[in-house]
């Protein structure tokens, strides 16, 4: 009996883990931004998300097992923006928009991704 525990043990140990990481960057001067979901880990997230944004970005959220999504005012000047993470896609997106909105602006999602694996 204690074989077969020690085995299942081995086993299970060397199964690799889900790309379950995911990262949103956004650029504070104009509300550019980018999700990233799927990766491996939080270093491999953070850059990727960076990457996929461009200039000047920033890492805002790094995240696991849920949705983010993103909502900015894109109108000259305006830094109205917020972000939602939630269970699912909807959610993250209202909790984004009504963030952004009390910031100020007329908001749109911009980015959104689920990490669910």
Do not use: W
């Not at 504070?28 to 979901?37: G, K, L, T």
């Amino acid at each position: 009996m204690m074989r077969v525990v020690t085995i299942v043990l081995i086993l299970t140990a060397s199964v690799p883990a889900s790309y379950a990481v995911g990262a949103l960057a956004r650029n504070p001067r104009n509300n550019e931004s980018a999700v990233v979901i799927n990766k491996p880990n939080n270093e491999s997230a953070e850059h990727d998300a960076l990457l996929a944004c461009g200039n000047d970005c920033q890492i805002v959220k790094v995240f696991q097992n849920s949705c983010i999504s993103y909502a900015a005012d894109h109108q000259e000047g305006s830094t109205g923006c917020g972000y939602g993470q939630a269970s699912s896609p909807r959610q993250a997106d209202e909790m984004a928009l009504d963030r952004c909105q009390e910031n100020g602006g007329s908001c749109t999602v911009m980015s959104s991704g689920c990490d669910l694996r």
